[in-house]
């Protein structure tokens, strides 16, 4: 930024993923090329037209709370709280001399307590009509009352609230978090996001809009970014946390910094309820507007954490875009998509394809994007999809993308932290 904002700098990040429930065994599976996708184990979905998704695996709520207390919290925010504990507590946020006033916590989700509402509305439509509702039911429903778990657990009395915007929600979590350190408002947010809707609805409502691979024959691979045969997404579940603090605090208390937080963009399409403009209209905005927000040129990122849903428009509309915003230096960069292996989290990709950027910054390793078979020749041959494995090079700065229904378009920029 030209204006005299303050630098915001990564002190802490948390991951709950299909590919592993810490940020080290998200990182492995990423950096392997691993898979997360199986058939779905938390409901029959023997009769759905998408019988797989992107599930947790070996998560247990009661391995971090109490029997009570996990069943006053949907799923959606018991991943929340863990995966903020993960960065809270490797942002040693809890030292003393914090000013918890100046802290804050910022959440998304792009649906929220789906399970709670299926459980009640199932419950009560068994009865005689009577209403007999869970106490419990719309505080355990509503999309902020992740934000206020995390707070609460904390005592962190700063900014707090909620975004929402589909699949782009948590980047824009980001983004807010950004803005608030940067003008001063807080000295450290945590933000992020969380989703679990491998829900009966959730599978269903995604398969009636012809949304969701239906590659039942092989799970493992369904998930195709910028191959000729996709044929949808793969629905993910978990949370990914980010605390962004302000550079002096963090140096004032010894924090570790693992990357500085560039700038952001954001934009609409305006064109279409869920398709992507054919141009790749709204996707050019929102890079090009982070770039600026950062004071950067195209030619200093080199990597791009696309969101590359495997869907037949999207993965198109979204290459188009890149090709327009980075011109040559498009050819010299590393694209991939890590929904090849963790499905698409919704409201929380944005959170756990920050982390990866994060992480590609930290190592200088571009991850995979896998279940490349056929080449399509939509695609310029000369773009570098990082297909198959993952790639050493100088990662100076990445770009994540994140795309909602709605035409909701959020880009946010990490680069090396330098004094």
């Known amino acids: 930024m030209k204006l005299p904002f303050k630098r915001v700098v990564v002190t802490g990040i948390g991951a709950l993923t299909p590919l592993g429930n810490s940020v080290p065994a998200y990182w492995e599976g990423l950096t392997n090329g691993v898979s ?18 992107c599930e947790l695996k070996g998560f247990s709520a009661e391995d971090y709370f109490e029997r009570k207390e996990a069943r006053k919290l949907d799923r959606f925010s018991q991943l929340a709280v863990v995966a903020a504990d993960q960065a809270v507590k490797q942002a040693n946020l809890t030292q003393e001399g914090i000013n918890q006033d100046r802290v804050g916590v910022i959440w998304a989700s792009g649906i929220g307590g789906m399970i709670t509402f299926i459980e009640e509305m199932t419950a009560f439509n068994k009865g005689d ?6 106490p419990f039911f719309i505080p355990k429903l509503i999309l902020d009352i992740a934000s206020g778990h995390i707070s609460m657990k904390y005592g962190f009395r700063g900014p707090n609230f909620a975004t929402v915007s589909a699949c782009a929600s948590s980047t824009n979590a980001l983004i807010d978090a950004l803005t608030y350190v ?10 992020g996001g969380s989703e679990a809707v491998v829900t009966e609805s959730g599978i269903g409502g995604f398969n009636a809009m012809k949304a969701l691979s239906e590659r039942n024959d092989s799970p493992q691979t369904a998930s ?4 000729l045969d996709r044929d949808g997404f793969v629905m993910g579940e978990g949370a990914g ?20 937080v560039a700038g952001g963009g954001m934009s609409a399409d305006a064109y279409h309820l869920t398709a992507p403009h054919p141009e790749g209209l709204g996707a050019f905005n929102v890079m090009k507007n982070a770039l600026e927000d950062a004071d950067m040129v195209p030619e200093d990122i080199d990597y ?12 198109i509309s ?3 875009a890149i090709q327009r915003v980075f011109g040559e230096h498009a050819y010299n960069v590393n694209i991939s998509s890590t929904k090849s292996m963790t499905g698409h989290l919704l409201g929380a990709a944005g959170a756990i394809e920050a982390i990866a950027s994060i992480l590609a910054v930290q190592h200088d390793i571009v991850p995979p994007t896998i279940n490349h078979f056929t080449d399509d020749p939509s695609f310029d041959p000369r773009l570098n999809f990082t297909f198959h494995k993952a790639q050493k090079r100088t990662v100076r ?7 909602g229904f709605g035409g909701h378009n959020a880009s946010i920029i990490f680069k090396k932290y330098q004094e």
């Open 36 to 53: 997360g996708a199986d058939f779905i184990k938390q409901f029959d979905a023997s009769k759905f037209k998408t019988r797989f998704a």
């Open 129 to 134: 009509g009577t209403p007999r509702f869970n």
């Open 182 to 191: 940067r003008i001063g408002k807080a000295d450290a947010i945590i933000c």
């Open 224 to 227: 195709r970014p910028f191959d």
């Open 241 to 260: 946390c980010i605390v962004v603090e302000e550079l002096e605090h963090a140096k004032r208390r010894g924090a570790h910094i693992i990357a500085e």
């Open 304 to 315: 791009i954490n696309v969101h590359g849903t495997s869907t037949p428009l999207g993965d």
């Open 318 to 320: 979204e290459a188009t």
């Open 397 to 403: 700065a990445a770009l994540s993308n994140t795309f």
